[in-house]
């Protein structure tokens, strides 16, 4: 089973810009892998934010964006509030074979 | 609204077995795939598995720690999904979400529940 990594902790300033990356042990990420990106707060359960790398739901607020980053997924912040400190998980799909989340990043606003 | 409620969690030891149950409401569930997530304490997600509608087949397919010991089945009609748990080891102990694979999708979820709680211990 393929491993997906994520930066285990990153830190933005209240209305700065941050991206989080998300790389598979396999190789390059692609649309292929279909990437998902979720958010968690503590106690609560994952909210999803980005579908298939870059599409956002109605809940999603415009500030979250998704992309491909040297062959990895990433997921942009763009104007940090703190309401958005949380832990974000990638996930990605493998082609016959089950899909893996990635370990998460915490992401603090400070 | 779109909504998804689990129950069914509690205390068992290990070797029992558990079935946890999720009330879907606010969409035509018997058109979904839908898939389980389980968080143990302090980590991460794990997905667990997915089972297609009846149209598709209603074919499940398993995380490899799970297979041979989770079963997930639905009842369209009841509009709930459950998760059947045998031989439970204390490495299953976590909290437990019932999700929603987006329409399209193959695995990704869009809507989550709650989650309930499973603990294995003697």
């Known amino acids: 089973q393929a491993v997906v990594t994520q930066e285990p902790s990153l830190t933005v300033s209240p209305g700065g810009t941050v991206t989080l990356t998300c790389g598979s042990s396999?190789?390059?990420?692609?649309?292929?892998?279909?990437p998902y990106w979720f958010q968690q707060k503590p106690g609560q359960a994952p909210r999803t934010l980005i579908y298939d790398t870059k599409y956002k739901h109605s809940w999603t607020p415009a500030r979250f964006s998704g992309s491909l980053l040297g062959g990895k997924a990433a997921l942009t912040l763009s104007g940090a509030q703190p309401e958005d400190e949380a832990e974000y998980y990638c996930?990605?799909?493998?082609?016959?074979?089950?899909?893996?989340f990635g370990g998460g990043t915490k992401m603090t606003v400070l | 609204d779109v909504q998804l409620v689990e129950s069914g969690g509690g205390l068992v030891k290990p070797g029992g077995s558990l079935r946890l149950s999720c009330a879907a409401s606010?969409?035509?569930?018997?058109?979904?795939?839908m898939s389980w997530v389980r968080q143990a304490p302090g980590t991460g997600l794990e997905w667990v598995g997915r089972i297609k509608s009846k149209a598709d087949y209603g074919t499940a397919d398993y995380a490899a720690p799970v297979k041979g010991r989770f079963t997930i089945s639905r009842d369209d009609s009841k509009n709930t999904l459950y998760l059947q748990m045998d031989s439970l080891k204390i490495e299953d102990t976590a909290v437990y979400f019932c999700t929603r694979i987006y329409s399209g999708s193959q695995y990704g979820m869009d809507v989550w529940g709650q989650g309930t709680t499973v603990t294995v211990s003697s």
């Open positions: 996930l990605l799909s493998y082609s016959g074979d089950r899909p893996v």
């Open positions: 606010g969409f035509t569930f018997s058109y979904a795939w």
């Open positions: 396999t190789g390059a990420v692609t649309s292929g892998h279909y």
